[in-house]
């Protein structure tokens, strides 16, 4: 009889959890990152310490899930003073003009369990192409600290800064022109 209760508690907090249609990125265990080869002989990587992220869902594989991504492009980080201002600058990103850069998921194909293409419209630097990137759905558990339910995503993939307009008088010698992409994720449902 205790098996059976607990049983019918553990299904009663995952539809609970389910029900709830919005999560929130977790910011303190999330990151977005990026990488560049400098020169074809090392890579650079870098990030946004200033973003926000939701997921819209009602299923509980995330098979119809909504992403929204915002990023602040003057928070981009390389650990260098000097990289980070250029990378700020009208010669690259051109912050002050382009603040920021944003996501938005048009769909989401499951192509094994767990495992999905994320198809939305990126835009950066004032242009907007459509993108697709490879989605890790890592699963959801129970957060010891808040008892919520926290889901857990892994996104990668390339992009080429040329499509968005990004140093055009920089040649790929220099800077790559393909970036790869990768985005941690944890999300709670929202309160």
Known sequence: MKKIITLLAFVALQTAAFAQTTWNVDKAHSRLTFTV???SLSDVD???KDFDATITSTKPDFSDAKFQL???VASINTDND???GDLKSEKYFNAATFPTLTFTSTS???TSPGHYKLTGNLTMHGVTKSVTLDLWYRGTIV???SKANDAGFKLTGTLKRSDFGIAAGVPDAIVSDEIA???DGEFSPAK
Do not use: E, Q, S, Y
């Open 37 to 39: 080869t400098h020169l």
């Open 46 to 48: 870098g990030f946004f």
């Open 82 to 84: 000097m990289r980070d």
């Open 108 to 110: 989401v194909k499951k």
């Open 181 to 183: 992409i990768k985005a």
């Open 70 to 72: 915002t990023a602040n």
């Open 143 to 145: 957060n010891p600290m």
